[in-house]
T-cell receptor, first 113, second 114 residues
């Protein structure tokens, strides 16, 4: 059974700092990995999707990497801003289990002005 | 505007009642999903559907039912058999083109049992 872990559960940084969020998964047979942002009481907003054949994806100040062999993905946020404060979740879709994604519990990020 | 809508935003249920949560999408996506989120936790899959008139159980389907009569709509019924239904419910959709693509989410429905 796939297990997805995100450490730390919470992170607080001063504005302007570069930071890395971690996502680990136990089964490397994945189809893709997706990073999301969730604001309190809201739905999830897709940030980046990495297919299993890719090593990284970039969008603006965000860069996500994928290392299937070690079961890890990282989300790098450059020059953090207070508006980046939210919970960040990763989701892994298993190659042989059509339609099913396994989510981590998320990392709650606070960026202080 | 293309997107996923969920209604109502807040829903209150009395013990023993069935309630239905609405999910509609105009993204022309084939696949639709229902997830449940409990405080401080990630999402758990309830049901998903790849095509009209077909759906599959997820990890926590007990006490829930769905239908997929139209491509755009995937309503979720929370039955009285669901023992702990208070949670945040999220609907999602994605393209299903022989692969597994990016999921997009609706704004969610918060269900509270009185």
């Amino acid at each position: 059974k796939q297990e997805v872990t995100q450490i730390p559960a919470a992170l607080s940084v001063p504005e302007g700092e570069n930071l890395v969020l971690n996502c680990s998964f136990t089964d490397s047979a994945i189809y893709n990995l997706q990073w999301f942002r969730q604001d309190p009481g809201k739905g999830l907003t897709s940030l980046l999707l990495i297919q299993s054949s890719q090593r990284e994806q970039t969008s603006g100040r965000l860069n996500a990497s994928l290392d299937k062999s070690s079961g890890r993905s990282t989300l790098y946020i450059a020059a953090s801003q207070p508006g980046d404060s939210a919970t960040y979740l990763c989701a892994v879709r298993k190659a042989t289990n059509a339609g099913k994604s396994t989510f981590g519990d998320g990392t709650t990020l606070t960026v202080k002005p | 505007d293309g997107g996923i809508t969920q209604s109502p935003k807040y829903l209150f249920r009395k013990e023993g009642q069935n309630v239905t949560l609405s999910c509609e999408q105009n993204l022309n996506h084939d696949a639709m999903y229902w997830y449940r989120q409990d405080p401080g936790q990630g999402l758990r899959l309830i049901y998903y559907s790849q095509i009209v008139n077909d759906f599959q159980k997820g990890d926590i389907a007990e006490g829930y039912s769905v239908s997929r009569e139209k491509k755009e709509s995937f309503p979720l019924t929370v039955t009285s058999a669901q023992k702990n239904p208070t949670a945040f419910y999220l609907c999602a959709s994605s393209i299903w083109s022989g692969g597994y693509n990016e999921q997009f989410f609706g704004p969610g429905t918060r269900l509270t049992v009185l």
